[in-house]
């Protein structure tokens, strides 16, 4: 943690600066330039210690860390590639994992056709909603339990493993039985007694990134989990609230390799509730896949124009087969297979 003084600050207001450190057990490195006076803290865990006890003291220009705020997600912890096994699919290898099905469950006819259909274009996880998180309490709020058996039989007749979200920090054993992925959508990143609890489980994880998090954010909320123990954290980019409004959502390529440079964590893509729009939702994902994610989640619905939730950016069998080709070829020119 650096400590920098305004210009002219006096000998009273640095002394204590120096002596609140001293308090807090840290040493200090005094830096007296001609003009200002930078203090560097020493030792001890400043990353325990809040800035502000700093920044309030009179004569403080900037209180500045230099440590990143997570840890555990970082590379400097860990250098090699963290590797999720779930049912026979590893994430986070050379395979690209591609995870598809509806948004939600909706009855057993549409689930077990999404399920056969994405499964023949060639997706290894099978996703759908059974709790939805909507942002208006009077919009379909998910079969719940009934969502949970069904996706529970769609895994026993497809042999596909299933990631669906859970929201409450008290159903995730529940969730967990018919989950092999659980998910933590993007409105509840920073819920930290839901990833709390995920931590605990072990279970095999998908962390959206908050719509309006950095990176930085993601990674620390990635720290809850793993710092109870649960290696098993993938997170997925799934676009976030910018001043565009032609896409539901950005999508941030960017945060890729950005990721994979800070953290060992895989990562995945989500194009459609990027995208907001099927029409988009094959250009994004191979672009994903391009710029080096280890998997897509996409949302692919039998008859898209009466799904409940999200038609519009569902994408039907035939486009998600078509997509699948595509990805195949972006796949192999990047070094990579799906
Ligand atoms: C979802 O994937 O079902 C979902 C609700 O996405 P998000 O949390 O990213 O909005
Ligand atoms: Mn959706």
Known sequence: M????????????????????????????????????????LGGNTG??????????????????????????????KKQNTLVQVGGVEIGGDKIVVMAGPCAVESEKQLLEAAKQVKSAGATVLRGGAFK??????????????????????REQTGMPIVT????????????????????GSRNMQNFTLLTSIGKSGWPVVLKRGFSCTVTEWLTAADYILTEGNPNVILCERGIRTFEDSTRFSLDLS??????KASHLPVIVDPSHAAGHHDLVPAL???????????????????????????????NPAEFTKLMAELRLVAEAVGRKI
């Open 133 to 154: 998180p909507r942002t208006s309490p009077f919009s379909f709020q998910g079969l719940q339990e009934i969502g949970l058996a069904l996706l529970a039989k769609a």
């Open 48 to 77: 325990q210690i809040a800035t502000d006890v700093f920044a309030i003291l009179p004569g403080v220009e900037r209180v500045t860390r230099i440590m990143k705020p997570y840890k555990l997600s970082s590379r400097e912890v």
């Open 255 to 260: 945060a890729i390799p950005v990721i994979k």
């Open 165 to 184: 979200e859970v929201v409450d920090p008290h159903e995730v054993t529940m969730v967990a039985k018919s989950a092999d992925i659980l998910q933590v």
């Open 2 to 41: 650096i400590v920098e003084m305004k210009t002219g600050a006096g000998k009273t207001q640095v002394n204590a600066v120096v002596e609140k450190a001293k308090s807090l057990g840290l040493g200090v490195q005094m830096n007296m330039g001609t003009d200002k006076v930078v203090v560097a803290m």
């Open 285 to 315: 994902a191979k672009a994903a896949v391009a710029a080096g994610a280890d998997g897509l989640l996409i949302e692919v619905h039998p008859k898209p124009a009466e799904a409940l939730v999200d038609g519009l950016q569902s994408l």
